[in-house]
């Protein structure tokens, strides 16, 4: 026990000699938990730029455009009767989208009928096509509404019931409270993968290492407390710090963290076992930060994945984490729900370990 002690301190004091080592695990976590959500900190786009298109030039269409000038999420560009001008300055990328007010649209109004407004967006960007679409729905409505009451008396026309969006979880719709605690756990997963795996390379190039049982295990120790640390930062102050959905299950949290950690440093040591310098450890890290964050369906949905990708991306333990922390962080999911993510994370930690410890001590390279 002495010596495991010893080894677990000497961990330590070897990270923070090196200035690589020591900012890769401890505080890159700390510049990520403010450079991420800092750059979404506004969580939705607003003052999008559009182009109505007033053909009829009424005083129906006037208040239209005036309800929609009050709109945050959009910004009139430009008012125009010309369709065909619209669509150049779009092609012109000067606006999102184009409201067109057709020239038949306050009959429309009197009569009762459906349909009239028309709405043209951009593909170009989804997220601001969203915006654009829920801060002209409210206007448009808003303004019908008003003029389908002057013509009450001689319409059966009534506007449809409102239909009001209540996020469950996501309650701002805010890409910030959707995105980072996504990428918070990968956050965690790819500094102690680099981190860990330059310091095994670094002892294996230098001194020929060949660990002792107790010294395997105190460094295993030693990164489980940084990386439990750095769970709690980010998942506690972190969520607090920028309002993020926080604290569904906490109880299931500070079970899932040991367990999410040892699979990575399992992991972590396993790849280390096989590089013969530490700069290979940034290799590695390159080609793999991207595609684990897309294939843990949080970018683009698994559903509309190939099947052999959707298998793929479940075997990560990326993956397993990612979702797994936002089930307990953000939707407060009852811990008996994502035992088969721990089970798996465990089984898969421990097949890690197991293999670093026969590689590292057994077999060194």
């Known amino acids: 026990m002495r010596q495991f002690f010893k080894h677990y301190v000497q961990t330590f004091k070897n990270i923070a000699a090196n200035s690589s080592i020591l900012t890769t695990l401890i505080l890159s976590v700390f510049m990520y938990s403010f450079f991420y959500p800092t750059a979404y900190q506004a969580q939705q786009a607003q003052a999008l730029p559009?182009?109505?298109?007033?053909?009829?030039?009424?005083?129906?269409?006037?208040?239209?455009?005036?309800?929609?000038?009050?709109s945050p999420n959009v910004e009139i560009k430009a008012v125009t009767g010309n369709f065909a001008e619209a669509q150049s300055m779009i092609r012109r990328q000067q606006?999102?989208?184009?409201?067109?007010?057709?020239?038949?649209?306050?009959?429309?109004?009197?009569?009762?009928?459906?349909?009239?407004?028309?709405?043209?967006?951009s593909a170009a960007n989804f997220l601001k096509t969203k915006q654009i679409g829920l801060g002209l729905a409210a206007s448009i409505?808003?303004?019908l509404a008003e003029q389908a009451e002057k013509f009450g008396n001689v319409s059966h026309f009534s506007p449809a019931l409102s239909i009001h969006q209540i996020p469950l979880f996501n309650t701002l719709s805010g890409y910030g409270s959707y995105i980072f605690p996504a990428v918070a756990p990968l956050i965690i997963h790819q500094t102690i993968v680099l981190g860990l795996c330059m310091l095994l390379a670094d002892y294996r190039e230098q001194h020929r290492w060949k660990p002792t049982t107790a010294e395997f295990w105190a460094i295993f120790a030693a990164i489980m407390t940084i990386g439990c640390l750095g769970c709690f930062y980010l998942f506690g102050f972190t969520f607090w710090l920028y309002d993020y959905p926080r604290g569904g299950n906490f109880a299931g949290m500070l079970i899932a963290v040991p367990i999410f950690i040892g699979c990575v440093i399992g992991l972590a040591m396993l790849l280390a076992s096989f590089l013969d310098i530490p700069e290979r450890a940034g290799h590695v890290i390159v080609f793999t930060s991207i595609p684990l964050f897309l294939l843990s369906g949080t970018a683009w949905p698994h559903a509309a994945m190939p099947v052999w990708l959707q298998l793929f991306g479940e075997f990560l333990p990326s993956t397993q984490g990612i979702q797994m922390f936002i089930q307990l962080n953000q939707m407060g999911v009852p811990t008996h729900l994502v035992v088969p993510k721990l089970i798996y994370l465990s089984v898969f930690g421990a097949i890690c370990l197991s293999w670093a410890f026969y590689r590292l001590k057994l077999k060194p390279q």
């Open 141 to 143: 409505e808003q303004a």
């Open 50 to 70: 559009i182009i109505i298109v007033d053909e009829e030039q009424s005083a129906a269409t006037s208040a239209i455009i005036g309800q929609v000038s009050k």
């Open 95 to 121: 606006a999102d989208g184009i409201l067109l007010l057709p020239s038949n649209l306050s009959n429309s109004i009197r009569r009762g009928e459906a349909g009239g407004i028309g709405l043209y967006l």
